[in-house]
């Protein structure tokens, strides 16, 4: 068995994964320890009693988490979690648990999840994208994760779309996030003289369906420049399939349908047809614990 550990900002999950599926899942909360090396005490012992109530091996542990650089285990000071420093948390659980860990950062994570468990299962040429409060990506290219020189590489979310655009987290402007995320739509259904006032994809695509114009633009508009920054990205890495997750993704007549046919409009001539694109068949609750436990499997 692996032990998958997601680390959230709020919230961290673990789960022991056996023939990709989570057979047992516990959870403890990121915030609120005195320190980092409190917080990996209260990981392994959550981990010990998940492991102590099954009789398999326990042969490895994989961890996602935000601002991870799986060259050299090490959190790095990740502005959504408590601590504002390195982190050497494959280490540290290593220590505690007496197996070896592997640690990475949550979207490659995410891809992995997919390689082995999901959507991408026997392809070794895959993107897979996450769409949530950023856009994560993670690149297999023939059957190995693209890492790059330093640990980093793969950042779908932060190539620019617009010149000079909207301000994005990173601190640059016109990212891709800043368009295609949670707080990319919310802004462009502002933009776009919505009257409403959501806090969530769900509340605009509601909306979408009510037919409110300022929501069914914000979806036109969306899908557009996703379909822009995928087509860019094949260019790069020449996927056989790319996968969209998160809940963004869900929203099949509004995004998916719409996203298809402006994907191949804009894909190079040379890449027709050889490109699938697809949503990520892993479970929701069981996602980022399985692409964690991939990580562990490395």
Known sequence: MILGIDIGGTTSKLGLVRDGKVVARERIATTGHADDHAFADALAETAEQLISGHSEPFVGIGIGAPNANQLTGIIEMAPNLPWKHDVPLARMMSDRLGVPANLGNDANAAALGEWRYGAGRGIDDLLVVTLGTGVGSGFIVNGR???????????????????????????????????????????????????????????????????????????????????????????????????????????????????????????LNIYQGRVDLTVSALPDDDAALLGAAALGTL
């Open 145 to 267: 994760l693209v890492l790059g020189s330093a640990g980093n590489a793969g950042e779908l979310g932060h190539t620019i779309l617009l010149p000079d655009g909207r301000a994005c987290t990173c601190g640059r402007k016109g990212c891709l996030e800043a368009y295609v995320s949670i707080r990319g739509m919310l802004a462009t259904y502002t933009e776009e003289g919505g009257a409403a006032n959501p806090t969530d994809v769900k509340t605009i695509a509601d909306l979408a369906h009510a037919g409110d114009t300022a929501a069914i633009a914000c979806f036109q508009l969306t899908t557009e420049w996703l379909s822009i920054g995928l087509a860019n990205a094949v260019c790069a890495t020449g996927p056989k399939r790319i996968v969209l997750f998160g809940g963004i993704a869900r929203n099949g007549d509004l995004l998916m349908a719409p996203l298809r046919e402006r994907f191949h409009a804009n894909l």
